[in-house]
């Protein structure tokens, strides 16, 4: 019996070396990389949760912030210009949208009440306006934001990119460079913005492009008769071709006041948001503007919609009749798709 013990005593030192080993490695791995682990040992992660298909957003309309805008609001980086519009309501998106009507410099610009001229160069407080806002993009393919030249232009997507936010497309041209993308799960959006009073060619086969890699595909084209609430012809015209060449959604801004919507092949073409933030203070329909915001998703696009008003060019969100009428310029020719305030349309 004497001769038993060591051996019972070299089996316990054994049994606990061992324990201690495997104690070690397990928690060494676990520390280094938990994807190696077998999945028994793996800690749980809640992020692991499966990815929604679908992105949200916010599309609003023309923005300036030069002249009347930047005399009056710049000197407190605009905040008394949004004192009465819940901003939150829009933030918070996958993609919040809106078209920059001009270039953004790196100095302070001493705006002119007086001054009516259409050559806009808005001060370096502006992206201030733009990060309280906090706007995923701008959009610049329009006929302002070339004002202060290339170099204007170049600085502007400079200070943007500085602050986090997206250029989206360009004054002069139109190509792949221009096209923003957004995706989350298996969806993607495409987002392509077209100054079509500068030059559409080329939209058609960016739009091809973008389809052929099964994207969602929205064109924000540049367009239209100003001050006329509801489209042309011309606009039409391309609205048609956009779709079918691919797009599945067309927003359109320029005219400067709200115009009619329309369904064509099934796809929803608003011909223009109107004014966001502007000093157009000459008509009631130059003060109105509509925001669209909603879900897209595999199978469904839902959109609601909410009209604003500017009050001494300081926008809110648009109560009562004057409300009413927007939303009925709107859905007069939407037919079922529309009820009340929503949209919601299938895609196919």
Known sequence: MKKAKPILIMAAVAALLSAAVYFFVFNLLALADQSKLPQSFRVKNTADAKVKNELSFSFAGDVMLGRNVGHYFQKNNFKDLFANFDAGAFQGKDIFWFNLEGPISNLEIKQNPKDKSLVFNFSRQAIEALKYLKITTAGL??????????????????????????????????????????????????????????????????????????????????????????????????????????????????PHVVQDAQVINGKLVFYSLGNFIFDQMFSAETQQGLILSGIISAGKLKITLTPIISKNMKPEIMRGADRLKIIDRICGSLGDYCIDDKIEISLK
């Open 141 to 254: 393919a329009n006929n302002h934001t070339a004002n202060q030249g290339a170099a204007g232009l170049e600085k502007t997507k400079n200070i943007l990119k500085q602050a986090g936010i997206d250029a989206n497309g360009d004054p002069n041209k139109i190509d792949g460079s221009g096209v923003t993308h957004y995706s989350q799960g298996d969806l993607v959006v495409s987002l392509i913005a077209v100054n079509a009073l500068y030059d559409a060619k080329g939209a058609e086969q960016i739009i091809k492009q973008e389809k052929s890699q099964h994207n969602f595909v929205i064109v924000l084209p540049h367009w239209g008769n100003e001050y006329q609430t509801t489209h042309s012809a011309g606009q039409e015209k391309l609205a048609r071709s956009w779709i079918g060449a691919g797009a599945d959604l067309i927003i359109g801004g320029h």
